[in-house]
């Protein structure tokens, strides 16, 4: 019968020791830090929406890097865009109601739409724009979010 022991030991106030252990803090996500010099290298307005691109991302398990080197390819990440779109999908015509709806919805496109889905990385953006340049200069800019140092 260790039941009344119990309830004894608690109405006595006999408590275990609690430990001075401070928290600690979040470990900062490394891509988060490379998009947000990656976006302030080209001067891109604030907020740059990295937390939604990161989000996105790991819904959909699409490369993290790749909607914001499209979104500096077609528009300067959003200096030269509107309603709110900043990836220039549907050749600039669609309309957003926020980035971040914008993010979401491309993100979703990008791995479940048929003529994105089976697609390697070089295929989605031939798709998604069949300039012969263009999934090149992507690339190339996907490489430069890579080269960012992750040092806060």
């Not at 106030?13 to 080209?42: C, K, S, W």
């Not at 491309?106 to 263009?134: A, D, E, F, H």
């Amino acid at each position: 019968m260790l039941r009344p022991f119990f309830a004894l030991v608690l109405s006595l106030g006999v408590h275990a020791p609690q430990q001075n252990v401070a928290p600690t803090p979040p470990v900062p996500d490394g891509r988060m830090i490379r998009l947000e010099a990656f976006f302030d290298r080209y001067q891109c307005p604030q907020p740059h929406y990295t937390s939604d691109y990161l989000i996105a991302a790991d819904t959909y398990a699409l490369d993290y890097r790749l909607l914001p080197a499209i979104s500096v390819r077609e528009s300067t990440c959003g200096q030269y865009t509107r309603g709110n779109n900043h990836w220039g999908w549907n050749s600039a015509r669609s309309v957003f109601r926020s980035v971040p709806d914008g993010i979401d919805y491309i993100s979703r496109q990008l791995t479940q739409r048929p003529i994105y889905k089976r697609q390697t990385l070089m295929g989605k953006l031939w798709v998604y724009n069949p300039i012969p340049t263009y999934p090149g200069e992507v690339r190339k800019l996907m490489k430069e979010i890579d080269k960012a140092p992750i040092t806060p």
